[in-house]
């Protein structure tokens, strides 16, 4: 099973202030992308939103889904572009909130899981970043799923596009297993405490479950921007320690430091990484 909105709420719903204070000003959640290493964090987010734009083919006339939208930073990229229809999905009830807060035009938010979802006409492009590590638990992992659950999504999401439609697709990736104790201690934690009911993706079983209903026509990995991205959000935390601590207590500080610094290692370590797709339906 996917992780349930309960543990979607343990994830993003602490406080979308808490979250203000040391995201991007848009609020992505997700890797950015650094091209030449000097950007700031908010010049690498507005990149990977170009990227992801530019694998579905989008233009202002056409419409797009974002499939686990956030707090809805690439539907505001989509407004800035004059995409005239750009609807997201998000498990959170806080993210629907800040999105309906930013009183975007043309943007429509729904609180729905993707298996759930059904549009109401087809769209012209659809885009996910960093939802589908949600969708497949490390038990099912074991039992040898996660291609089926990742195939299963892929199929559904191609139903709900025009023919010949592109998606652009980021997902975070796990990759080599550290050695040390502390370091699988500090995995586990963040798998069970940060975000309980998720896994994220190897590399070659997305390769796998994309058919039969998309052709990867485009594939970039971003290990090194994971890690500065991480890496940004730490220090802007860690500059906030005293407010944070005030207000949402020493166990919340404490534990986001941990998960931070953790991703930091486990990018820097080739535990982790980021992928990027341009996916085109096939018909
Ligand atoms: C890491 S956040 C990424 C948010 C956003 N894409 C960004 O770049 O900041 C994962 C998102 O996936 C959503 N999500 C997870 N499982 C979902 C599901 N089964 N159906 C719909 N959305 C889901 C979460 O609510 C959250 O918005």
């Known amino acids: 099973m ?20 040391w995201l991007d000003e848009m609020m992505h959640y997700t890797s950015a992308s650094y091209l030449s290493g000097k950007e700031t964090l908010e010049e690498a987010q507005l990149q990977k939103c170009k990227i992801l734009y530019d694998f579905a083919e989008m233009n202002a006339e056409k419409s ?33 909130d800040e999105i309906n807060r930013r009183k975007l035009p043309g943007v429509k938010a729904l609180i729905c899981d993707y298996k759930d979802f059904m549009p109401d006409e087809p769209y012209d492009a659809l885009q996910s970043i960093e939802m589908i590590d949600h969708l497949c638990s490390p038990a099912q992992a074991r039992e040898g799923k996660a291609i089926d659950i990742y195939r299963t999504y892929f199929s559904k999401v191609a139903q709900w596009v025009k023919p010949g439609a592109c ?13 040390a104790r502390k370091d699988l201690a ?71 430091d941990r998960y931070l610094s953790t991703c930091v290692r486990a990018f820097a370590n080739h535990w982790s990484s980021d992928v990027q797709m341009k996916l085109r339906k096939i018909d």
């Not at 996917?2 to 204070?21: C, H, M, P, W």
């Not at 939208?69 to 629907?96: F, P």
Request: hydrophobic letters at 35%; a neutral charge; one cysteine or more.
């Open 167 to 179: 998606f652009g697709f980021q997902a975070i990736l796990r990759n080599r297993v550290p050695r």
């Open 186 to 256: 500090d995995l586990q934690f963040t798998a069970d405490v940060i975000f309980p009911g998720g896994l994220n993706p190897r590399l070659e079983e997305l390769v796998a479950a994309v058919n039969p209903h998309w052709e990867i026509e485009e594939l970039r990995t971003q290990r090194t921007s994971y890690g500065k991205t991480t890496g940004e959000w730490l220090a802007r935390m860690q500059k906030h320690e005293a407010a944070i601590r005030a207000k949402w207590g020493d166990k919340v500080y404490d534990d986001y």
């Open 2 to 21: 996917t992780s349930t909105k309960a543990q979607i709420e343990v994830g993003y719903d602490i406080s979308n202030e808490f979250f203000r204070l």
């Open 64 to 96: 797009v889904l974002d499939i686990g939208c956030g707090w809805g930073a690439n539907l505001e990229y989509h407004v800035m572009r004059g995409t005239k229809k750009a609807h997201g999905i998000t498990l959170s009830t806080a993210q629907h």
